[in-house]
């Protein structure tokens, strides 16, 4: 059982180049996020889809865009990258009806944009 | 717009103390999760917090919710090594929005 899986990994950027990170889970969740991580920001929502068709903005969703493909898949893609982009992106997937249920992280992609 | 803030930021105590971490949040909500991250590693879940009182207990750690004063505390008792993380508290906002509050970075030294 793999969870939620990310890719890539790692990714370098130069600035105004575009990419998509990829994100699925085989749990058979409805929810999916992508969160953001910087020192000393914790963790901010960036887009999140509640269900299979429907996406809403989180905190910060300026610069990104997101696609939920199916219920296992939700990718999110960077335009234009920016220096200010650089970050350690998280998706998250959960299961149950309006929450109530813990998320389930990936492990990460560290991007970084030069 | 939620916020959800985290004290202390940044904690250094010494093995066998007592510590409480605190998290508040600014709008109404009766469901609030922990979850705990090592260094360069993804975040797991601790504990899920559901309704007005809600006490959870896992070893050295237990955490309470209090949805009238909007407040969150996870306590650590006889602290060891092995708990030094950072923790995270986060809140549930309709319609399914969860926003976390800026982590507690704990080390736990001998």
């Known amino acids: 059982n793999a969870g939620v899986t990310q890719t890539p990994k790692f990714q370098v950027l130069k600035t105004g180049q575009s990419m998509t990170l990829q994100c699925a889970q085989d749990?058979?969740?409805?929810?999916m996020y992508w969160y953001r991580q910087d020192p000393g920001m914790g963790l901010r929502l960036i887009y999140y889809?509640?269900?299979?068709?429907?996406?809403d903005k989180g905190e910060v969703p300026n610069g990104y865009n997101v696609s939920r493909l199916n219920k296992r898949e939700f990718s999110l893609r960077l335009e234009s990258a920016a220096p200010s982009q650089t970050s350690v992106y998280f998706c998250?997937?959960?299961?149950?009806?309006?929450?109530?249920?813990?998320?389930?992280f990936g492990n990460g992609t560290r991007l970084t944009v030069t | 717009e939620l916020k959800v803030e985290q004290n202390p930021l940044f904690l250094s105590m010494q093995e066998g103390k007592n510590y409480t971490i605190y998290c508040n949040y600014s709008?109404?909500?009766?469901?609030l999760y922990w979850y705990r991250q090592d260094p360069g590693k993804s975040l797991e879940s601790l504990f899920v917090?559901?309704?007005?009182?809600a006490v959870k207990q896992e070893g050295r750690l237990m955490a309470s919710l209090d949805t009238k004063a909007r407040l969150s505390t996870l306590h650590i008792t006889a602290a060891v090594h092995d708990l030094s993380a950072t923790y995270f508290c986060?809140?549930?906002?309709?319609?399914?929005?969860?926003?976390f509050g800026t982590g507690t970075r704990l080390q736990v030294f001998p």
């Open positions: 998250a997937s959960r299961a149950g009806h309006l929450g109530q249920s813990p998320l389930h």
């Open positions: 749990m058979n969740h409805n929810s």
């Open positions: 889809s509640a269900s299979e068709g429907t996406t």
């Open positions: 709008t109404t909500s009766d469901r």
């Open positions: 917090l559901l309704s007005n009182g």
């Open positions: 986060a809140v549930d906002m309709l319609p399914d929005k969860l926003i």
